[in-house]
């Protein structure tokens, strides 16, 4: 037996309560026909239907959470603590045929998939030194994970076979179609109150990232909805295996042992990414889903960029997040029901109208009807790409919407901005990156993939829209007057700000080292 089969492999089943995760694993390990010990690790053992006699001839434990993080902060870069013992162990007895993980059904499978994968192999080695050199309070435990670690983590002994992500036909279109938050949605205990992801978000994150879908449920819902979501699931994730069930059966043999799981491969099956990489991507304009790609070569004007977008999306950005969390604070505080709180209440009204007046993103049930009723953003349901701000010639926007939500914040730093020993030495990788380099303003630009219905009809409006906030040609040769005269950039950039206005936060500058290939 080759090595790489002597690990123990392993699916991953990812989706939100409901959708039928923990039936299709009920259904695994009722089934006899695959053949196979399975061991499994759930959130919650009492949410299995299942006999003592199953339990006893598989191996079903409840994780319990347990996070390392590393020195470094990244929250992309913490490894599952408890998951790393438990698989390790499971592993080591050998008393299994197979591993079967449940997911939270507000995790985001990726960061579950960078315990297996060979790509956090340092990243593992590091986290070995930091446990090692921990103080002797936790000694015994932090020793063993360290142990586990410094041979190599979870990769010499587990192999992440397939990412499945579950979810319900009848909830996917909404889902695009809502302004909450996973805090409004949490079972008791199943959310942090400081945990402000979004229900949109996280379902594209739980989709982008899978080997195989599968569409659930779709006995209640009718045909030309099933098509929908197909349509919708198949633009957002080319690569998957699109399945669909009723009660999660399915043919087994598509999510166990499929060898399908690769993490560079998952990491660029993103539909959006395909479309910028101009992948083909399979038709999907029968099921009324479409894509397409807006480009430019000038910068956009802040202030135009954020008067288009800030009443028809929820525009979420660090300070908005901070917000939020004081927002969920003051609320959990209450009031004591005193005059002096109610008088005080009653003072903040019009400072709180103003507020709302001046961001109206604060109101995501308004900015959803908004959104709604627009005939360019409507019928948007993705979009994610990068963006050029005047005020910024150094580091690129990143734009990343679902639903109602958007979300923009710093990416890199402009290749035109690097200086040329900071490159890959790979010439070919070098040729590649020259490859985004057009006219005198090097790389910079704007590309976005916009995901939606009525493709054809909403392709001119919303790229009208964003025109709009292009650069005019008298304000690029301002711009360029600006950028090509003395001074440093530092310099340049207070001129920029002195001539354009610019209301989006501070964008924190990216993580230099240690961190290649990570996704920020």
Known sequence: MAADESRLPVTILSGFLGDGKTTLLEYILKNKDHGMRCAVIVNDIGALNIDASLVKQHNVSQSKESILSLKNGCICCTLR?????????????????????????????????????????????????????????????????????????????????????????????DNFNTSDFLSDRREPGTVDDQDERNISDLMVDQLEFADVIIINKTDLVDAATLAKVKGLVKTLNPSADVLTSVKSKI??????NTKRFSFEKSMMSAGWLQSLREVHVPETLEYGIGTFVYRARRPFAPLRLWETIRNRLVVIQDSYEDMLEGMEISHEDGSDGSDAEDDAMDEDEDDEEDEE????????????ASKNADPAFGPLLRSKGFLWLATRPVMSGEWSQAGVMLTIGGGAKWLAETPLDEWPSDAKIRRKMRGDFEGEWG?????????????????????????????????????????????????KIQRLENRWD???????PPVEEGHEGHDH
């Open 81 to 173: 603590g408890d998951l790393l013992e438990e698989v390790a162990a499971l592993a080591e007895a050998k008393s299994f045929d197979y591993l079967l993980i449940e997911s939270s059904g507000v995790s985001e499978p990726q960061q579950v998939a960078e315990t297996f994968a060979v790509e956090f192999a340092e990243m593992h080695l590091q986290a070995a030194d930091d446990l090692k050199a921990e103080a002797e309070r936790e000694a015994k435990n932090s020793l063993k994970l360290a142990d586990i670690l410094g041979q190599g983590g979870l990769p010499k002994v587990a192999r992440l076979d397939t990412c499945v992500t579950v979810v319900d036909a009848c909830q996917v279109l």
């Open 251 to 256: 043919d087994l043999t598509r999510i166990l």
């Open 357 to 368: 007046d001046a961001q109206p993103q604060l109101d995501p049930v308004a900015r959803l």
């Open 443 to 491: 790389d910079r630009r704007q590309e976005i993939v916009f995901i939606g219905e009525k493709i054809d009809t909403i392709r001119p409006l919303l790229t009208a829209e964003l025109d709009g906030c292009l650069l005019t040609d008298s304000e690029m040769k301002e711009y360029r007057k600006i950028m090509k005269g003395k001074g440093s950039m530092e310099k």
């Open 502 to 508: 610019d209301g989006f936060e501070s964008w924190e």
